[in-house]
């Protein structure tokens, strides 16, 4: 009963609009305050215990430095350039601008991690072009906001660093298996906007003759130099993740300030000040987030779930279903650290006894919360992506559903042929 109360506090306070981390929080201690009436109280202590340990990590030092390269390549002009690549690359076939506007989301993966991030980036950039040739505002919107999804899959990934650490997991490993999955949503994201480009007659870009296309890729290349330095220092062994990171904030600086010469001591500042700001709201997320997953497993949620879940099936191929279906309607109501703090030590320990990979089990786990960032009623990506096309939220949403359809056929294909995910970890890192 305290724990429904707690659960219940949480929603209710997030529909009233309270920031998640502080939601989280009060919820927590009410939790905490009611048990005193109870006869097993739960020791106020464990409050400040829990929200020590929830950031007390070496990996989890990896997160600000990635927010700050974002924050980098934005104010050196790496956006733009990426665009320009990606125009140069696909903008001539069937789909026109979406097709830049997802290879550009794939560009933008491998440096940001984050799916929000990606989405604003690009979205800025592309969303008032895109409307201005002729396509719908929400098409815009919807087409950026789906091809985002791709920003957590593809290393590096903020909510890997964040999975590794709760589940105990190699953070390279994750980020190595992340790569053919992004690339397969990448590959259907891609045939989706040359399928309606075809059906609605959308406009597509010019053909650039060869001097401006050797200059936009000449131009885009070097940024991708992020993440082929992330890949290859875990595939090698020779840095963290965390170190890693450190790396491309060196390897980004020196692009800004020296080969672009874009990066102003003023922008530096401007970027180290928002990065600061956005992981101080992660990092209280994480923090508050602990608790609120401790006090559900020491109310017995964890016996209770999977208790639940053995009853249904002890097939782990049916059970899988069974957890894409819940993160996929939990992902739509939630945001998705506290998701995985309170399910990760449930779900990886049962599906784990019955043979599933963990690591294939944490892409899994992230697509499916993913998918929720672009879902109402609380996806963020929806909510970024209207503010900057000017429209409704469920306009996005109605914008970007056939590019949402399609990534949830590649969730069941992923979920069912792990070999996807496996081959790369397999082959470079056991």
Not at 43 to 68: C, H, R, Y
Not at 82 to 89: F, H, M, V
Not at 308 to 329: F, Q
Not at 354 to 363: A, N, S, Y
Request: charged residues 10%.
């Amino acid at each position: 009963m305290l724990l429904a109360s707690m659960i219940i506090l949480l929603f209710l306070f997030v529909m009233l609009g309270m920031d998640i981390a502080f939601a989280i929080g009060v919820a927590s201690l009410a939790y905490i305050g009611l048990t005193q009436f109870d006869g097993r109280p739960v020791n106020p202590v464990l409050f400040v215990q829990e929200l020590t340990a929830g950031v007390d990590s070496f990996t989890l030092l990896a997160i600000p430095m990635f927010i700050f390269v974002g924050e980098l390549m934005t104010k050196s002009g790496v956006t733009r350039r990426l665009i320009s690549l990606a125009t140069s690359l696909v903008g001539h076939r069937p789909g026109g601008l979406a097709n830049v506007g997802i290879t550009g989301n794939l560009f933008m993966s491998g440096i940001s991690g984050s799916a929000v991030a990606d989405a604003a980036a690009i979205g800025s950039v592309l969303v008032p072009e895109m409307t201005r040739r002729g396509y719908s505002a929400r098409y815009a919107a919807g087409v950026i906001s789906a091809s985002a999804c791709m920003g957590p899959i593809i290393p590096p990934s903020i909510m890997f660093i964040l999975l590794g650490s709760i589940a105990n997991l190699s953070v390279g490993q994750l980020f190595i298996a992340g790569i053919l999955p992004g690339l397969v949503m990448y590959g259907a994201l891609i045939a989706t906007s040359a399928y309606l480009a075809r059906r609605y007659n959308l406009p597509v870009e010019p053909r650039m003759t060869g001097s401006a296309k050797r200059a936009a890729i000449l131009a885009g290349l070097l940024p991708l130099g992020a993440p082929v330095l992330i890949i290859a220092t875990k595939v090698l062994g020779i840095a963290t993740p965390t170190e890693s990171a450190a790396i491309v904030v060196l390897y980004t600086i020196i692009l800004g300030a020296v080969v672009y010469r874009d990066l102003s001591f003023s922008s530096f500042l401007e970027a180290a000040i928002s990065a600061a700001m956005t992981t101080a709201v992660v990092m209280m997320t994480v923090a508050t987030s602990q608790i609120f997953g401790s006090l559900a497993v020491l109310a017995g949620l964890g016996e209770a779930l999977t208790t639940a879940m053995v009853a249904i099936s002890t097939n782990p191929y049916v059970l899988l279903l069974l957890v894409n279906i819940g993160l996929l309607i939990l992902g739509t109501v939630m945001e998705p650290l506290p998701l995985m703090l309170i399910l990760a030590p449930i779900l990886f320990p049962l599906l784990g006894g019955m043979g599933v990979d963990p690591i294939h089990l944490g892409l899994v786990m992230v697509l499916n919360l993913v998918l929720g960032g672009v879902t109402p009623p609380i996806g963020l990506n929806l909510f970024v992506m209207a503010r900057i096309a000017k429209v409704g939220v469920m306009d996005v949403f109605i914008g970007g559903w056939p590019y949402f359809a399609v990534l949830t056929l590649v969730l069941l294909l992923l979920t069912y042929v792990p070999w996807i995910t496996l081959f790369l970890p397999t082959l470079l890192m056991r």
